[in-house]
């Protein structure tokens, strides 16, 4: 089973600049690639997750560097960043629309190019797609149980969540960390992410995610074109510092192993909705 | 040989034909890699001829005898019917007539084209938008049947179509993972997320069917799957 | 010998129609029958019962050209039932998505009509005048996107306002395209008047489709009830104003009189209400004021975009009473009225719609009469039917 979809390239990559990496999470792919984007006339909006009270995240459209780094970081609960496709390009006039969402959000983006139905002048104004790794997600409620029942956090107090070593991370602005075994979490997962067998956006311009890379680095996969050239002008003008990807056990192999996990899990999954006569999404 | 294709208007607003027409400055090509043999708004012919494809907009008034005297036409003519927009394939806002008012009090019934003649195609939204028409046209062009197979789909299943069908096939079927297409999709802005799901106001909802032609929690269409573009 | 010539379907025009002309032995018409074939959806009864908020999303689609134009006559309507004042900028970005509509609504009639004034040897004129249309119709829509959401059916027209406000690269985005459209829009209205100019030479008949009927305006750029004496609106049943059984029951359209007549609405009875366009003249003039028209919209776009504070509220949530209420908004063809009962539950009891064409249906018939019938439907074009 092919575990990553089809890519140019796949690097080790962090952003440069500190105010991104202070506030972002691992490499800072995201938050560096849309504010060199915005700032070089690559794009002049971007879709991300911001930061709403409580850690609850809302889908913003932010136009300057200042709020990509304000909304910077990945949040475990479901963003609807999608819905904001449209908004992005009339109300606040866009043209170079960049996107960050998760696997089944960037599957979602791509049937709208596609298939652009209710989308009117819309698609041909996405500029640049990028996806984050997902093993699935929590519904608010699930998130808030694992940070707060589970790990003992106040979700107020909670200034960054991450999912690294088989556990779940919660850091907190009293500086005390708290984590949970991942296996513990299942139960609050987001049951409709159990049809989904894409753990690296293999759709995306660029994929990135932490796994595969040490720790304050990200792994990307450069999967066209479009997702190329961007990466490339930014580590020509030392907006990244890339090294090439650990090949070994920790490397790419941790990342085949969880690409190629969710894939037969799901896979079987859907098998199982088949025989209960459930529908799951029919790709023909 | 050109493809030839006619437009015919029935209970329907012309939006999906404006539609079309904001292709601007491609208008031209478009029209010129056809051949309209037929478009009552924007040509002179008055007979419908024989056409390789065409295009029908608006629903079909069961109470008007020359509407039903057309779509008997368009469906002898037609190669291949498309049934063009929400009115057309799924009902749309005419879903909400029901007649009474003057001077036609008694024009109240209004279905689908789907519901009254056998179609090829049906292509949902209110209107579609003028880059998915051009699609279509294209992928009839060149034959493209696998790029056609969700409006076939449509076309055959005679569906009429709501916002409910984002609860009842894709909430309700553990589906829906949250991205929020459909609310983005929607022409009346009658979906909001709330806590990672669409809620829809059945106030403002037309019946055009874009927000679950849109979910690719129902149908995930293969060429999506692929990447192109590199 | 009279004769009876039909020409049926009429082409180049929205909706569906049919010319029943009674002609003299020299051509002449003699009598006109106008009839719009259309099955009435029945928009008016349709919304009895249903929550105000419908109202305006449901009446967009009575026309996908000029759909704008009902969501504000709506809303307007339901407004003035309710005794609702809606914010500053939100009246300015309703006035500017409806100007937006005639950009691109104007165009598209220029398009329409194309074929009237330009011969089949003239290909190259022809795809420059296209062109030119296209490139307005972009900058219209473009309005219409951005200001109401959805180029064609806006549903950022609501009761109480505009849904939202627009950012400042949406605003700059505008202010050049509207620049593009003032030159585009010169163009087009010389190039047009040339054309028209020529055509009435040619046929030798200088006042082809005049009329000695009134106008109705009530605002060059967007809409003014008090400018309008209601109590001389009527609305009549066909079977009243046509003795001919046959043509009453046929047609879809009330008929609407002003002061007991018919009367003409449009950019012609607008330039010359409120300007100095010449009256009673050929309907080919309603051609060249529909193009001068673009100049006006154009010139009060740019003031709006001037004059809109984009951090501005534009929007206020309606409290809903018992009431009734008119909305009154110059469409592209002609002054929308909008009458509406709204009770204190929100939702609609009673709903009155004079579309905008309908007052130039029984002005359509009277401009054909008198003229040669081979003109009758470039007359009835004139009025953008």
């Keep these: ?284 | 040989m050109m493809v030839t294709v006619a437009h015919v208007q029935l209970s329907s607003c012309c939006g999906c034909l404006i539609s079309l027409s904001d292709t601007y400055e491609k208008l031209i090509d478009i029209l010129g890699s056809i051949d309209l043999v037929y478009c009552q708004t924007l040509a002179d012919a008055r007979e419908i001829p024989n056409a390789d494809v065409i295009l029908v907009e608006g629903a079909v008034c069961l109470d008007d005898h020359h509407t039903m005297e057309i779509v008997k036409e368009v469906r002898e003519k037609g190669k291949i019917l498309v049934a063009l927009g929400a009115c057309s394939a799924v009902g749309g806002i005419t879903r909400f007539c029901k007649g009474g008012q003057m001077p036609k009090p008694v024009q109240s019934s209004f279905s689908a084209l789907t519901e009254v003649v056998k179609c090829d195609l049906a292509i949902p939204g209110c209107p579609p938008s003028p880059e998915l028409i051009v699609n279509v046209i294209t992928a009839v062009l060149n034959g493209n049947m696998e790029y056609l197979r969700p409006f076939a789909k449509y076309a055959e299943s005679k569906r009429g179509a709501c916002g409910c069908d984002l609860i009842i096939n894709v909430i309700n079927k553990s589906l829906c993972m949250g991205c929020g297409v459909c609310a983005a999709s929607c022409p009346t802005r009658a979906i909001k997320m709330i806590e990672g799901r669409p809620l829809v106001s059945s106030e403002l909802c037309i019946k055009c069917g874009v927000c679950s032609f849109q979910c690719p929690r129902i149908e995930l269409p293969k060429g999506v799957c692929q990447l192109d573009g590199e | 010998m009279a004769k009876t010539i039909n020409i049926t379907p009429t082409t180049r025009h929205e909706g569906h129609g049919k010319l029943i002309l009674e002609v003299e032995d020299n051509d002449v018409v003699n009598k006109a029958y106008y009839i719009n074939t259309t099955p009435v959806r029945g928009f008016e009864t349709m919304l009895v019962g249903r929550p105000a908020e419908f109202a305006p999303i449901a009446v967009m689609r009575i026309c996908g050209i000029c759909q704008t134009t009902h969501g504000i006559a709506s809303c307007a309507a339901i407004e003035d039932a309710i005794g609702c004042e809606i914010p500053k900028d939100g009246r300015l970005l309703r006035e500017l998505v409806g100007l937006g509509n005639r950009m691109h609504s104007h165009p598209l009639h220029h398009l329409l009509t194309a074929d009237d004034f330009i011969k089949p040897e003239e290909k190259e004129l022809r795809v420059d005048v296209i062109k030119l249309i296209q490139r307005m119709r972009k900058v219209g829509q473009l309005i219409v996107d951005v200001v109401g959401g959805e180029g064609i059916h806006p549903p950022n027209i609501v009761i109480g306002g505009m849904r939202t406000n627009i950012s400042e690269r949406a605003k700059a985005k505008l202010y050049y395209a509207l620049k593009r459209y003032e030159k585009d829009a010169y163009l087009m209205y010389e190039a047009y008047t040339e054309l028209i100019e020529r055509y009435l030479e040619e046929i030798g008949i200088p006042d082809l489709g005049a009329h000695k009927y009134p106008y109705i305006a009530s605002h060059t750029t967007f809409g003014d009830k008090e400018d309008i004496k209601w109590d001389s609106v009527v609305e009549i049943p066909p079977q009243r104003y046509y003795k001919d059984k046959k043509i009453a029951e046929s047609t879809s359209v009330m008929i609407p009189l002003y002061g007991g007549v018919p009367v003409e609405g449009g950019p012609r009875a607008r330039m010359a209400k409120f300007g100095n366009f010449r009256i009673g003249g050929s309907a080919m003039d309603i051609n060249i004021a529909r193009a001068k028209e673009n100049l006006g919209a154009v010139y009060r776009a740019m003031e709006i975009l001037d004059e809109l504070d984009i951090n501005g509220k534009t929007k206020v949530t309606p409290e809903y009473k018992d009431g009734s209420g008119i909305g009154v908004h110059e469409a592209p063809r002609a002054t929308n009225v909008h009458f509406a009962e709204v009770g204190k539950d929100g939702k609609i009891k009673s709903y009155k719609i004079i579309a905008a064409s309908t007052w130039n249906f029984p002005i359509v018939e009277k401009a054909i009469e008198g003229y040669p019938h081979q003109h009758a439907e470039v007359i009835m074009r004139a009025y953008d039917i």
């Design chain 1, 1 to 284: 089973m092919d575990p990553f979809g089809k890519y140019n390239s796949i690097i080790s990559a962090r952003a440069t600049d500190k105010r991104i990496l202070k506030k972002s999470q691992d490499g800072g792919i995201v938050s560096a690639t849309f504010i060199y984007g915005l700032e070089n006339n690559i794009l002049d909006g971007v879709i991300v997750a911001d930061r709403g009270e409580k850690f609850k995240p809302v889908p913003k459209v932010a136009t300057t560097p200042e709020e990509v780094i304000e909304a910077a970081g990945t949040k475990y609960t479901v963003c609807p960043n999608i819905s904001l496709l449209k908004s992005a390009v009339r109300e606040y006039g866009c043209d170079k629309i960049g996107v960050v969402g998760t696997p089944c959000q960037i599957i979602s983006t791509k049937k709208a190019i596609k298939y652009p139905v209710g989308l009117r002048h819309v698609t041909d104004k996405i500029a640049l797609t990028i996806g984050i790794f997902c093993m699935e997600n929590f519904p608010y409620n699930g998130m808030k149980t694992v940070v707060e029942e589970l790990c003992g956090a106040r979700l107020e107090d909670v200034v960054k969540t991450d999912i690294g070593k088989g556990k779940f991370w919660v850091y907190t602005k009293w500086g005390e960390t708290k984590s949970v075994k991942l296996k513990e979490t299942h139960p609050y997962e987001q049951i409709a992410c159990h049809v989904c067998t894409d753990y690296t956006a293999e759709l995306a311009d660029i994929s990135t995610g932490s796994v595969g890379s040490p720790d304050g680095w990200s792994s990307v996969f450069l999967r066209t074109k479009k997702g190329e050239e961007i990466i490339k002008k930014m580590i020509d003008g030392g907006y990244l510092e890339t090294k090439p990807i650990d090949e070994g056990k920790f490397g790419l192999g941790i990342l085949k192993k969880l690409a190629l996990t969710k894939k037969e899990k799901n896979i079987k999954e859907i098998e199982h909705r088949k025989e209960l006569g459930l529908p799951v999404p029919i790709i023909e």
